[in-house]
């Protein structure tokens, strides 16, 4: 399984930071993470890709007193999605007539789903943004949904004070990325080898 499990990867991590290129070059919001990226972006002067990976390092280190190991999905996602999202807007002109930005939104939240079940399919860890919410989840036993929009306010309210885009995407970001990922993670799950579910069986409890 191993040699579909990293192209897999690694194809999602790239239309992961592409996908997020789209939704910010749509114009019209932009999910609450990548509102704080594009609040410091605007501050600093500093790439948008290059912020990105540097948010997702900080967030890993916030993972140490939680105890929350990473992967290998873990750890390309904090090095691959800031150039291949700075890649996107490169490549991709910003939208100015109301139908592009609608367009370019919805195919940037459409790939961003399927690139989601694509990386996180491929079982080599989450990303390091869902990783602190689990992590936080399982070591404190607060309530996922909690934890989660906790975390999504206080990172959008700064964002936002910062200059990062808030508006109708976010909105929609927030309400259908859930179910749209609900479908395309267990599609595309690589399956455990046979060989390695009769294994896990063998060991006594």
């Known amino acids: 399984m191993m040699f579909r499990r990293i192209p897999q990867l690694l194809v999602g991590l790239f239309l992961y930071g592409f996908a997020i290129a789209m939704t910010v070059q749509a114009g019209i919001g932009v999910s609450p993470w990548d509102?704080?990226?594009q609040g410091i972006a605007r501050q600093t002067g500093v790439a948008f890709g290059l912020i990105t990976n540097l948010v997702g390092l900080l967030v890993l280190v916030?993972?140490?007193p939680i105890r929350q190991r990473p992967g290998l999905g873990t750890l390309l996602n904090v090095l691959l999605i800031g150039p291949s999202a700075q890649l996107g807007l490169w490549l991709l002109p910003v939208a100015h007539e109301l139908w592009e930005q609608v367009v370019l939104f919805a195919g940037g939240l459409a790939l961003l789903?399927?690139?989601t079940g694509l990386y996180i399919g491929a079982r080599f860890g989450p990303g390091p943004r869902d990783g602190l919410m689990t992590g936080i989840h399982r070591r404190w036993g607060w309530r996922l949904w909690?934890?989660?929009?906790?975390?999504?306010?206080?990172?959008l309210a700064i964002g936002w004070l910062l200059g990062g885009n808030v508006g109708?995407?976010?909105?929609?970001?927030?309400?259908?990325?859930?179910?749209?990922?609900?479908?395309?993670?267990?599609?595309?799950t690589v399956p455990i080898a046979p060989t390695a579910v009769a294994a896990a069986e063998r060991v006594p409890s």
């Open 35 to 37: 509102v704080l990226t």
């Open 62 to 64: 916030l993972w140490i």
């Open 113 to 115: 789903a399927l690139a």
């Open 146 to 155: 909690i934890v989660r929009t906790s975390i999504e306010v206080t990172v």
């Open 168 to 188: 109708i995407g976010t909105v929609l970001f927030a309400l259908l990325i859930g179910p749209m990922v609900n479908v395309t993670i267990p599609l595309l």
